[in-house]
Structures are given as structure tokens and as C-alpha cells.
């Protein structure tokens, strides 16, 4: 049972930058994608970017150009670098996991249902 947990929301004005960080607990880190999701308020939860086990990336067209997403496999942790962020960038972040073996596991695109495990969240607020 992989355990993730987010870290590095806050309150930032439009504009602004964060650093998300996603510290994952199982030390064969490199074997897995890794996806960033985001709940605003009021709306379904969407994917965000996620990072193939070769480091590859995809991103919403929401935030293209605006964030980066990485890996630090030897500190089994993924960062999610957030710059120009707006109001509408406002909710709950969460990290996920798919399930290592799946046909989908390396490359499991923006979907939620493709992804397992879970992190609690961490709150990204963006208003002045």
C-alpha cells in the first residue's frame, strides 16, 4: 500500500509562484507515473500534469507553460512548480498513483479513475 502526501499549499496573490511537493513511500519510486489532480470549489476533481517513469510530462492545457512538474526518485518525492498562477488555479491539490502492472501504469494520462493511491491534499489559494 503506497502512502503520499502533499505538502507546500498556501495562500498566494495572482502573480505569484508555489512549490508542491508529493513525498511517496515506496522506495521503487522510479517504476511509477505519477499524476498532480485539483478540486476547485464547487466543481469535479481534473487532472493537473502527471510525469511518466522516464520523466516525461504531460499538462492541462490549463496550466501549460505556467507549471512544471518533476521527480526526485533517490527522495521518492514529485514537485509540481506553479508560476503565474491565477484566481481560478484556487482549490485542493492531490498526488496519485496508478497501480504498478496495469496496461496503463506508466502512461496513465489525466483520467483520475487510471490512479490508485492517493494523497490527502494540500490547499493552493490565490486571490489578493
Known amino acids: 500500500q503506497l502512502h503520499l502526501v502533499e505538502s507546500g499549499g498556501g495562500l498566494v496573490q495572482p502573480g505569484g509562484s508555489l512549490t508542491l511537493s508529493c513525498t511517496v513511500s515506496?522506495?521503487?519510486?522510479?517504476?511509477?507515473?505519477i499524476g498532480w489532480f485539483r478540486r476547485a470549489p464547487g466543481k469535479a476533481r481534473e487532472g493537473v500534469s502527471y510525469?511518466?517513469?522516464?520523466?516525461?510530462?504531460v499538462y492541462a492545457d490549463s496550466v501549460k507553460g505556467r507549471f512544471t512538474i518533476s521527480r526526485d526518485n533517490a527522495k521518492n518525492i514529485i514537485y509540481l512548480q506553479m508560476n503565474s498562477l491565477k484566481p481560478e488555479d484556487t482549490g485542493v491539490y492531490f498526488c496519485?498513483?496508478?497501480?504498478?502492472?496495469?496496461?496503463?501504469?506508466?502512461?496513465?494520462?489525466?483520467?483520475?479513475?487510471?490512479?490508485?493511491?492517493w494523497g490527502q491534499g494540500t490547499q493552493v489559494t490565490v486571490s489578493s
Open positions: 515506496e522506495f521503487n519510486l522510479e517504476r511509477y507515473a
Open positions: 496519485a498513483v496508478p497501480r504498478f502492472g496495469t496496461s496503463y501504469y506508466r502512461t496513465p494520462g489525466l483520467a483520475d479513475y487510471k490512479y490508485d493511491y
Open positions: 510525469i511518466s517513469p522516464d520523466s516525461s510530462a
